[in-house]
Every structure is written in C-alpha cells, then in structure tokens.
C-alpha cells in the first residue's frame, strides 16, 4: 500500500475505494483482494460453467457506440435465429455437457412478450436446460412495449421458463458516461430496478461493468457502490464480472482511434521540433492489462456481500485470467461453446474445456464444474 494509507472502518468507503484504485501499488492491492477471496473461498476451488451464449438476434435499436454486434433491420447480415437453429445449438450444448444457455440479443422493434414468452416454452418443453437470459435492457424493452409492469414482465418470463439474468447491460452505472457511450440505452436506475425486480421474484443474477472507455475512478466507484447497496437489500447477485472494453470495430473505438491519432500527430510536430521520439501508442484506447487486474482486485475488496468474482478471459485471454486468480477472482466464468458479441470487436479467445481446467489446474487451483448458483456439479 501506499505509505500513510490504511483502511479505517470495517467496511471499505467510497472514498477509501478511491484512494485504493488511484495510488494503492498493484501487488498490495492484488494481496488485499487475494487474502479476501482466500477468507471466503477457502476450498481452493476454481469453479467454471460449461454453457454457450446464444444471441437470437443482432438488430438492435439502441446502437450503443461500444458496440460492435448490433446491425440495422435493413442489414444484409442481419438476422432473427430460428428456432430449428436454436434447438440444434442447445442439442450441441448438451452433448459437450453444457448445462447452461445464456440467451441475449438486441432490441429488436418487431419481437414483442409474446414472442420471448414463446420462445422460453418452447426450450424449456424440450430441454432440461437452465436458461440464463435476456439482460435488463432487454426485459425493459419488453415491458415498455406491452404496457406492463417490470414485475408483470420478469413474472411472465419466469413462468416460461426463464431461471436466470445476466448482468449485460450494465456498462458503467452512471448516467454521464451512459450518455456518452450507450445514449438510447436505459439508465442506472432502469438497469438497477429489473434486477431488484427479478430479486424480489427469487430469482438470482448476475452484475456487469465494462470500463476502459470514457469513465473515470469516480465512475468505477459509483458502479461499484450501486451494486453493493442493491445487493444488501437483496441478495440477488450471485457474481460479479468486471470486463474491459473491446475497441475493435466499434464507433467508440474509432472515435478513440482517431482521438489518440491527432493526439500522437501533435505529439509527433512538438517532438520532431525537441528531437524526441513519440512515446504515446497510437492503439491505446481500452483499459490495460494492469488497469484491469487494480479494478478486478478493487471489485473484491469493495464487494463484500457478493460472493464471487469472475475472471473475463474472454477479453483478457486465459493468461490473464490465471493472474487474475491472484487478484481476487474465484471463478473462470462459462466456456463459452460461442460468443459473438467480444468475437465481432475482433477479440477471439478460444479455448476448450480441458484449457480452461489446464489453466486453473497450472496456477495451482482445483478446477471445479459448476451451475449458475454455484453448486459444484462435477469435479475431479
Ligand atoms: S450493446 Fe446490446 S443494447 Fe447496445 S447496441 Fe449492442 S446489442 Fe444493442
């Protein structure tokens, strides 16, 4: 730690958090999270869930600048998966032991409830499957467009069969940055009310945070201290996934491409005058591998009431994500039989299973398969 810094009250404050994520050194703060998760993880279990993602759709109204996946109605590759599809890729989930699907898509202005509402029956009378789904954007979309209330909508989808939430949507939890990156997309208090809502009906989610765009610490700490007062009240939150943005293809990145290119031009007229060479790098426009371990630590050591913390491989790579097993992270996340949404930010980490339990097993803890509550299901 920094010298002069000591956490004062039981509970980390906000403005302690802040003062950890600005000066606090790496490894001190990697220790603090690690000692943390070692207090509440004892078993050294590194657990995984074997699951695909499956996005139904890629149109998308809301047209979030971070975001590479979405297209237009109109869009030559834009498309509605069928169900013979969706069937075909939840056969495949089952016979390499996937117990999970996480569904998602965009906001698409031609599916309403009743089509969600179909959909869910329709794999649950099929398939003994959990089905993690539809993040907060969408149910609200959903509910807004029926006219009902956001506890009418999570019931209605409840009683099709749908078990879980994932915590998309989230990006940072405040409104400024919102209206930077994702203007058309619900607010924090819209996001915060559908998983309070869905707490309320029993059933559990996940929470989210994409940094590494426009947000500053201030912002991190705000998103960190919205989903430890819900989950006070609640209890909902069976993890919390902190991940970076992916720049790639996307009209954020761009902007920050372009950014940091006038930025290095000018750099380059002032350093050819002074005879220096150019030191900023022209692609720096996401979070580093070093912001990213200080901020998953962070998550840790602020959330004391959600249980875990998932390491993102998928945007860190499996490299990565064994460190981050030292900063704080009890978890590998799912396997991820598909992704689409990181994959069309041209970031394509692909690993089997057997990597994923190599890569837990080679930083020196047991891999264990596990369900969306966290119940060990298979090990070694
Ligand atoms: S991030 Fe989600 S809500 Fe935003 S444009 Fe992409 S698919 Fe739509």
């Known amino acids: 730690m ?18 950890l994520l600005k000066n606090a ?24 869930i074997i699951d695909r993602n499956i996005n139904y759709t890629n149109v998308c109204i809301n047209k979030c600048k971070f975001c590479a ?3 237009e109605k109109n869009d030559p590759d834009a498309y509605i998966l069928s169900k013979r599809k969706l069937f075909h890729k939840i056969r495949e989930t089952i016979k390499c032991n996937g117990t999970q699907i996480l569904i998602q898509g965009g906001l698409h202005p031609d599916l309403d409830v009743d089509y969600y509402i179909d959909l869910l029956k329709s794999i649950k009378s099929k398939f003994d499957i959990h089905v993690h789904g539809f993040s907060p954007p969408e149910i609200y979309y959903m509910a807004d467009k029926a006219g009902y209330t956001l506890k009418k909508t999570i019931q209605l989808l409840q009683e099709a069969g749908l078990d879980s939430i994932p915590g ?33 009906l029993g059933m559990k989610t996940t929470a989210t945070m994409m940094f590494g765009s426009v947000e500053g610490p201030q912002d991190i700490i705000d998103h960190l201290d919205a989903v430890r007062k819900l989950q006070d009240r609640t209890g909902g939150f069976t993890a919390f996934i902190p991940w970076s943005f992916q720049p790639g293809n996307t009209e954020l990145g761009v902007k920050s491409l372009e950014l940091s290119k006038a930025t290095n031009s000018k750099l380059k007229t002032q ?31 602020y959330l004391d009431n959600v249980p ?43 690993v089997t299973v057997e990597d994923i339990i190599g890569a837990i097993k080679s930083s020196g803890f047991k891999p264990v398969q596990r369900d969306m509550y966290y119940n060990i299901i298979n090990s070694e």
């Open 69 to 71: 996946f979405y297209r």
């Open 168 to 200: 998309g949507g989230a990006e940072i939890l405040s409104d400024r940055i919102r209206e930077i990156v994702s203007p058309k997309k619900i607010g924090s208090r819209q996001w915060l009310k559908v998983m309070e809502e869905a707490h309320k």
């Open 2 to 19: 920094k010298k002069g810094f000591e956490i004062t009250s039981p509970r980390i404050t906000k403005r302690e958090s802040l003062q």
């Open 308 to 350: 875990n913390i998932q390491a993102s491989w998928v945007t860190q790579g499996l490299k990565m994500a064994q460190v981050a097993l030292r900063f704080g992270a009890n978890d590998f996340g799912s396997t991820m039989l598909e992704e689409n949404v990181v994959a069309a930010a041209g970031v394509k980490y692909r």
């Open 25 to 48: 050194d790496l490894l001190g703060l990697g220790m603090m999270a690690d000692d943390l998760r070692k207090k509440l993880h004892s078993n050294n279990n590194v657990s995984f």
């Open 271 to 301: 350093n050819s005058k002074l005879q220096k060479p150019v030191t900023r790098h022209p692609l720096r426009s996401t979070a580093t591998g070093v912001e990213y371990l200080r901020i998953l630590a962070l998550s840790r050591v």
